[in-house]
């Protein structure tokens, strides 16, 4: 199998940036900063953060099938991307650049607006990757550079506040509108330089109408189902800590805001740096296997960070949060590698190319993994009295409840999911022998 080069895959890998730079705030920054610096109520806020969310998620089934039945001469996913970059940028500006009396619905319809064009963007680019090569592990490379990208994208949006702060002192602008001003010029450049400089693969066969017997079949497989149910538990977790971050490193740790960004930026270099031996070993026991291993390290680690945790000690801490990144970027890129040799089985089960549809289903099971548990955490922390408000004195009471969701919630979610990975029947053997089946009816259809 051809090994695709390098700068094809990074070209591809490029619009990951910009959307990094927009989920990390969107599940850290922006929910405590409407909440705090704006000035909304903290339950308003978590609620219209999950609405968004949980409207926004039938979106991506539709958007996916949509893209598979697009046929134009620039591919199936490439002039979605375009679109919903236009769209992303407008309601990023929007978003990140709210002054103090904007209303609820304001952030409503302007996050609304920004999750439909991140959706556009998100299940276009997720979906165009696994038409880049059949093989077994260029998938996992093609995936693996798509996460790199990702982390870059998180490692940018940052270090970049800290290095304006830095450089310009006491007339630096907002955190909030650095981060969208880095957003906002890394969209366009970044997908204008993958539709140019990366292929995409052709469609596979006519695209035919969806009915309902096609979904429940779909859904009828044991290895979708596995791969979604393991989706959703890797994605609750780093919601839970998403969401819980600033709270605890900051509220009830006692780190400032400049050193909890340091931490979480340690959290994403170990991350990044570990990809490449992540991938090494997908390739010596299997994606499944791979992943499930960062599962359980990660939720080992994450609980063995906390107790380390001290603004006395910040070198003890920095190594523990960078201990608890190293399998970060693992079972992401592992499991969209896994739902690509997915699309062959389907492919060959269902006579239809639903590469889009696949993706968006997935896309769908991150989404519920990191709307619920701001949707759900931000009202218990306000019914138990926990104040937002940078600066804010808490009681020993709501700190504890925020320390019982930190510790225990991601181990609860990371371990089932490493036990639901094990048992995913996906592996390189199996997908050859469905290529090869695929390769045998195309010749005797003449397709």
């Known amino acids: 199998m051809t090994r695709i080069r390098n700068r ?26 409407y909440a705090g610096e704006i000035g909304l109520d903290l339950a308003a806020v978590g609620f219209v953060f999950f609405l968004v969310r949980a409207l926004d998620i039938p979106l991506d089934p539709l958007l996916g099938y949509w893209m598979d039945g697009t046929r134009t001469r620039w591919g199936r996913f490439r002039p979605w991307i375009v ?5 992303l940028m ?54 693996g550079w798509w996460s790199a990208a990702y982390m870059v994208g998180l490692i940018g949006v940052l270090m970049l506040p800290a290095i304006i702060s830095t450089a310009l002192g006491g007339a630096a602008p907002v955190t909030m509108h650095v981060m969208g001003v880095f957003a906002i010029v890394a969209i366009p450049l970044t997908i204008l330089a993958a539709v140019a400089c990366a292929p995409e693969g052709p469609p596979h066969g006519r695209h035919h109408r969806i009915a309902w017997r096609d979904i429940r079949r779909l859904f009828a497989s044991r290895p979708l189902q596995l791969l979604l149910v393991a989706d959703i538990l890797l994605h609750l977790a780093p919601g839970v800590t998403g969401a819980l971050f600033r709270f605890t490193l900051e509220n009830l740790v006692g780190f400032s805001p400049r050193e909890s960004a340091v931490l979480l930026l340690a959290y994403f270099v170990a991350g990044l740096i570990c990809l490449p031996i992540w991938l090494r070993l997908a390739r010596a026991i299997g994606k499944q296997h791979a992943a499930a291993i ?4 990660g939720a080992a680690t994450h609980v063995a960070a906390y107790f380390v945790f001290d603004p006395a000690r910040p070198g003890l801490s920095f190594a523990a949060i960078a201990a608890s990144g190293l399998s970060y970027a693992a079972p992401g890129f592992l499991l969209r590698a896994m ?4 699309g062959d089985e389907e492919r060959l089960d269902g006579g239809v ?7 968006a ?23 138990v009295g926990f104040i937002a408000v940078p600066g804010a004195v808490n009681d020993e009471d709501a700190l504890r409840w925020v320390a019982i969701f930190w510790i225990t919630l991601p181990v609860m979610l990371l371990l089932p999911a490493a ?29």
């Open 8 to 33: 094809v895959l990074a070209a591809y890998a490029g619009p990951s940036i910009p959307l990094a730079a927009l989920g990390l705030p969107l599940v850290i920054y922006l929910p405590p900063y």
């Open 83 to 87: 679109c919903g970059g236009c769209m």
């Open 90 to 143: 407008l309601a990023t500006y929007m978003v990140f650049f709210a002054q103090p009396g904007v209303s609820i619905f304001y952030l409503f319809g302007w996050l609304m607006l920004l999750y439909t064009g991140f959706s556009m963007v998100n299940v276009g680019h997720l979906a165009w990757g696994a038409t880049l090569s059949p093989d077994y592990h260029q998938r996992s490379r093609v995936y």
């Open 294 to 297: 960062a599962a359980v390290l």
């Open 339 to 342: 739902l690509a040799d997915f």
């Open 353 to 359: 190319d639903r590469i889009g549809l696949l993706n």
């Open 361 to 383: 289903v997935m896309t769908t099971a991150q989404k519920l993994g990191f709307a619920l548990p701001v949707g759900f955490l931000f009202p218990i922390l306000s019914l």
């Open 419 to 447: 036990a639901v990975l094990t048992r995913i029947p996906l592996n390189a053997a199996r997908l050859a022998t469905t290529q090869q089946a695929l390769a045998k009816s195309a010749s005797t259809t003449g397709c």
